[in-house]
Structure formats: C-alpha cells, structure tokens
C-alpha cells in the first residue's frame, strides 16, 4: 500500500494523512465550529453511505455552512480517499469547518467554509478481547450538553462532557463511559449510542442523543426479524438490571457490555440477542441495498 496511515483530501488534493494539516485559526480548531460524519467501509464496500451523507448535509445547513462541492462530489472523493489508499477496511470521516478569514473576522459569515475528507484504516470503540467478552462500562454523573444548547442531531465535536465522563470511568477501573442527560437519565458515551435488552425487547435512550445510523441499523434490523425496540428514558438501574447490554457505533458496529459499574449485566457473558444482531449487522455489509462497492485501482 502507498498509504498505510491513510489518504486525506483538502484543498482539492490528495495527500498522505501526515500531510494534511488545518489552520490553527480555523473556527473548527478554535470553536469547535464543524460539523463531520463517519461512514465506514468493510471488505470494500461502504455501509450506509447515503444515510450519512444525509446527515452531513443536513448538518451543514442547519449550521449555515455551504461548501464548493456537490453530494456527488463528496461520494467521489470520499471514495477516492479510499481507493488510494488501498484499505479494504476502512473509517473514513468527511468534515465542514467554519473556516476562517484573511482577516481574522469575528463575523462568521465572512469566514470561508472548509471540507476535509480522510480515509484511515478501520478502527473500533472496542478492541478483539472487549468484543468477545464484552466491554466494562461505568455510568459517570456528568451531563451532556444539553439539546437546546447544541442539537445533538448535528453531528458536532463537542466532546468536553464526554472525554470528562470517560476520564471518571478510568478512574473507576471501567474502559468507557456512559454520561446522563439533564434529566439524569442515561444518554450516551464517547461515540456511541447504547441498547438495553429486557425479557427480549429493546430499549435506547431518545432524548438529548446523536441519532446514530448503527442505532438506526439496529432499529431496521429490528423491524426486520420481528424484534420490539422503544426509543424512550432509560434509568440508570433499568440499565444496570437489563438481561442484555450494548452499544453502537460505525466505529465497530453492535459492540456487547457485559459490566456496568462493575456489577455483571445477566450472567457477565455476551448475550444472545446481541450476539444474533451482531451477526446480521455485519451479514448487512454484502447485501446490495445497504452498501456500495469502492472501486480500487
Ligand atoms: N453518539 C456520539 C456522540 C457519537 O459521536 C457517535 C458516533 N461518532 C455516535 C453516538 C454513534 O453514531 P453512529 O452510529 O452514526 O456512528
């Protein structure tokens, strides 16, 4: 592989990851003042791609940014980022930054928006061990930014509260957090959405959450084999009471919990509705209607 840390695109070239730098005096650097999605490719196909690329766009126009580039646009240069690359697994990320101005306006309608793509090889929330034996999660009091602060349906970088919680799940000899809304409820961890699973039904948090496409993959392959999912409050104890446990991601799809605050989620072993959709999930990743061929030179 000419690449093997992966292909970046900015200002209309093609570059090693190693090359591809941004201004420190880019809002995104500065604010946070982006908007990104992640879309992954496995065994040379994209899964999903046009669900992500609906979120990216409709992100950017709530955030009234506009770039230079069309849809289709985009899809070729995410796919050639990946192509160059030469990896049949791969994360690829696609980004708008506010960008900045010559003159280092405070206006931010005079700064000029700024697409980034990359494509690195393919990376999981959870490691080969943590996916057979399942991740040990601790639930962290911090809060996540609230919804009417930054709508979470954006995906957006706004990470403070969720490296925080993460930090307290190391200190509590955990591997990843899970952080609360404002209302104390269970919300979602860093990068992730989270499923609970009771006398065989499913249950993910609703309110204050990104809106994950895993989360809606499990949502379809759900409505698919028949399998009753609500999107509603989870308490802290229904999560720590459920038979089943686990969290979602394109970074490494339906990935078990089998610890939550060092107490066992049923019998501490990785449950077999997660393990069953674990399957299909990645059985998805063949079938035609849910992914796209890369073609690689
Ligand atoms: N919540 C947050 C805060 C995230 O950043 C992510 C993904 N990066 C998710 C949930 C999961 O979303 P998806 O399934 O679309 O990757």
Known sequence: RRYPNGVAFMDGQYLPMSEAKVS?????????????????V????????DLHLDRFFRGMERLRMKLPYSREEIE??????????????????????RGGSATFSRDPREAENRFIAFAVPFGSVANKEQLERGLHVAVSDTVRIPP??????????????????????????????????????IAEGPGFNVFTVKDGKLKTP????????????????????????????????????????????????????TQVD????GDGRVGDLTRQLMDLYWQKHSDPAWSTAVAYP
């Open 76 to 97: 070729k240069i995410l796919a050639n980022c990946v192509a160059l690359s030469g990896h049949k697994s791969s994360y690829v990320e696609m980004i708008c930054t």
């Open 148 to 185: 009417n602060s930054v709508d979470p349906s954006i995906k957006n970088y706004h990470w403070l509260d969720l490296v925080k919680g993460l930090f307290d799940a190391y200190d509590l000899g955990a591997e990843t957090a899970l952080i609360m809304d404002t209302n104390g409820n």
């Open 262 to 265: 060092g107490l066992a989620i």
């Open 42 to 49: 496995w065994e040379g196909r994209f899964f999903r791609l």
């Open 24 to 40: 420190v005096l880019d809002w995104g650097f500065l604010h946070s003042d982006a908007t990104y999605d992640t879309v992954h």
């Open 206 to 257: 609703a309110f204050g959450v990104l809106p994950g496409i895993t989360r809606q993959t499990v949502f379809d392959l759900c409505r698919q084999t028949e399998l009753g999912v609500t999107a509603a409050d989870l308490t802290r104890d229904e999560l720590k009471q459920a038979d089943e446990v686990f969290i979602t991601s394109t970074a490494g799809g339906i990935m078990p919990v």
